[in-house]
């Protein structure tokens, strides 16, 4: 079993940024790949961007790259999503979750999720 703890939602206005948190803790190896995800309402969830424990690669969706960056503080045990250049659109809840391998679709671990919203 894998818990993982998000932090660092908040209202925030376009244009602005926002950091968000992970910290894994449980069965959690260095071959884990960590992800963040995001649900507004009304819509589906959607993959935001991922990254594995060695940070030697990451993933981006369309819609956040060059505005999002996800990096890793091993020291720490903590997951960062680094959000720029915030839009309205960027409304969601975010969740963490954890997995074996880079997933787009429903990673095996999952956090609470923490609300941020974008107003215009």
């Known amino acids: 079993q894998v818990e993982l703890v998000e932090s660092g939602g908040g209202l925030v206005q376009a244009g602005d940024s926002l950091k968000l948190s992970c910290t894994p803790s449980g069965r959690f190896f260095s071959s884990s790949v960590l992800h963040w995800f995001r649900q507004a309402p009304g819509k589906e969830r959607e993959f935001v961007a991922a990254i594995n424990w060695s940070a030697s690669k990451a993933d981006y969706a369309d819609s956040v790259k060059g505005r999002f960056t996800i990096s890793r503080d091993s020291p720490k045990n903590t997951v960062y999503l680094q959000m720029n250049s915030m839009k309205p659109e960027d409304t969601a809840v975010y969740y963490c979750?954890?997995?074996?391998?880079?997933?787009?679709?429903?990673?095996?671990?999952w956090g609470q999720g923490t609300q941020v919203t974008v107003s215009s």
């Open positions: 979750a954890a997995d074996s391998a880079f997933v787009r679709s429903t990673p095996r671990y």
